[in-house]
């Protein structure tokens, strides 16, 4: 018999658990972030000031006045013209996901007391891709703006044109792109990570000011595909918003943080 007996611990009180999705991982320095604390720094690292990518509800919440956005348009689907597989199954998730009809939501609202027209992308509907209902929302947005003599703001996130609508698809490059050139009223374009291929190439790219938010991802291909067919290294940085900017492509680059107050002294510029 051993001379020491081991002593029971009488539990005082529980191990306090860590609630499911209480941590996150930053997708840029690999820091691992308080959830609580990144929300309410605009979803903005702590640490390196990395930007995650929102939904088109957070970023009406930051850019309006309350928020408030008087929806229009919020009628309009997505139609399965070709019979695509599967498209009609990824819509009803991508609604259930969201709470959203298409990857885009318009209507009027106010920045710092100025009237505007807003469009707001959702990458989580379909990655944010643009078919027949986000071009023509797009559309029906720029013709208020016009008809109503107000500022257009559209903040863009998507992965490019929906493949599952073909030709369809392609074809909302064109009319949007060709709806601007009647717009008189000042348009400013913000692009947030990713805005790619077919809407990059179109209305987004048109803004009479281009903001892009820090290290998004902007352009008509992505790297990916471009080193592959070239065959070469890409420059350090490639089509990232700082790349872009050296290059001409976007005129300034802006934190969350201040993105209301810079579009406001735009819009009172402009107007």
Known sequence: MGLFRRRKVKKTEEKKSIPDGAWMKCDNCGEILYRKEVQNNLYVCTKCGFHFRVSSKVYRALLLDDGKLIEQDSGLEPVDFLKFKDYAAKIKKSTQKTGLKDA????????????????????????????????????????????????????????????Q?????????????????????????????????GVMASYASLGDVIIAEPGALLGFAGPRVIQQTIKQELPPGFQRSEFMLEHGMIDMIVTRHEMKEVVTTLLKHLS
């Open 104 to 163: 885009i939501v318009c209507g009027e609202g106010k920045i710092n007391g100025i009237e505007v027209e807003a469009c707001f992308m959702d990458f989580g509907f379909i990655g944010g891709s643009m078919g027949s209902v986000v071009g023509e929302k797009v559309k029906r947005a720029i013709y208020r703006a016009r008809d109503k003599n107000i500022p257009l703001i559209i903040v863009s996130s998507s992965g490019g044109a929906r493949m």
């Open 165 to 197: 609508e073909g030709i369809i698809s392609l074809m909302q490059m064109a009319k949007t792109s060709a709806a601007l050139n009647l717009l008189k009223t000042p348009y400013i374009s913000i692009l947030t990570n990713p805005t790619t291929a």
